[in-house]
Antibody, heavy 125, light 107 residues
Framework: EVQLVESGGGLVQPGGSLRLSCAAS????????MSWVRQAPGKGLEWVSVIYSGGSTYYADSVKGRFTISRDNSKNTLYLQMNSLRAEDTAVYYCARDIVGTHGDYITSDYMDVWGKGTTVTVSS | SYELTQPLSVSVALGQTARIPCGGN??????VHWYQQKPGQAPVLVIYRDDNRPSGIPERFSGSNSGNTATLTISRAQAGDEADYYC??????????FGGGTKLTVL
């Protein structure tokens, strides 16, 4: 069965750090594009970051320079290292498997077909 | 940056047809995808690439996309369809973009 399970969320003070994990089963993380998407309390979905199968990484402007997406192929696990956390980073963080699409000359993420249940990050003093 | 506009809420009578619009500049030239999210749960893909249903999604769910509006249509609405629905696309200047979400109420 294809499954994603996030962990690592919790309460952290502003300026602190946290590393989220997303363990995959039923497919190989390194062969897929993988994303993190977050949802602040009572708000909509916000894309955070993606890592391509080739290793390229991209970030939303709101987290660029503070968050780092990575993966451990041996553990079939995706990570999100979050530094310099702010109150506005408070959210449920989902990892998702991306299906690839072509957009003109680009091969990029198209949509997310598998989602984890999410892990909650609260940034507060 | 590219923006997708959705109404905050849509209501539909039980058994009738609900239509949830998603507006964007020339959205018809992009692939649009739709997710259903029930309270406390992760999003679930219900329509991909404008009008395709993943396996396990009822035929009552359909999609269309033309001009400046993409639409998710839910026929014969059921109480279990009450949820938030999000449209999404990929834009060359912005990357992955989600609409703000629409809360569907079945009366």
């Amino acid at each position: 069965e294809v499954q994603l399970v996030e962990s690592g969320g919790g309460l952290v003070q502003p300026g602190g750090s946290l590393r989220l994990s997303c363990a995959a089963s039923g497919f190989t993380v390194s062969s897929n594009y993988m994303s993190w998407v977050r949802q602040a309390p009572g708000k909509g979905l916000e894309w955070v970051s993606v890592i391509y199968s080739g290793g390229s990484t991209y970030y939303a402007d709101s987290v660029k320079g503070r968050f780092t997406i990575s993966r451990d192929n041996s553990k079939n696990t995706l990570y999100l290292q979050m530094n310099s956390l702010r109150a506005e980073d408070t959210a449920v963080y989902y990892c998702a498997r991306d299906i690839v699409g072509t957009h003109g000359d680009y091969i990029t993420s198209d949509y997310m077909d598998v989602w984890g249940k999410g892990t909650t990050v609260t940034v507060s003093s | 940056s590219y923006e997708l506009t959705q109404p905050l809420s849509v209501s539909v009578a039980l058994g009738q047809t609900a239509r949830i619009p998603c507006g964007g500049n020339y959205i018809g030239s992009n692939n649009v995808h739709w997710y259903q999210q029930k309270p406390g749960q992760a999003p679930v893909l219900v329509i991909y690439r404008d009008d395709n249903r993943p396996s396990g999604i009822p035929e009552r769910f359909s999609g269309s996309n033309s001009g400046n509006t993409a639409t998710l249509t839910i026929s014969r609405a059921q109480a279990g369809d009450e949820a938030d629905y999000y449209c999404q696309l990929w834009d060359s200047g912005t990357g992955v973009v989600f609409g703000g979400g629409t809360k569907l109420t079945v009366l």
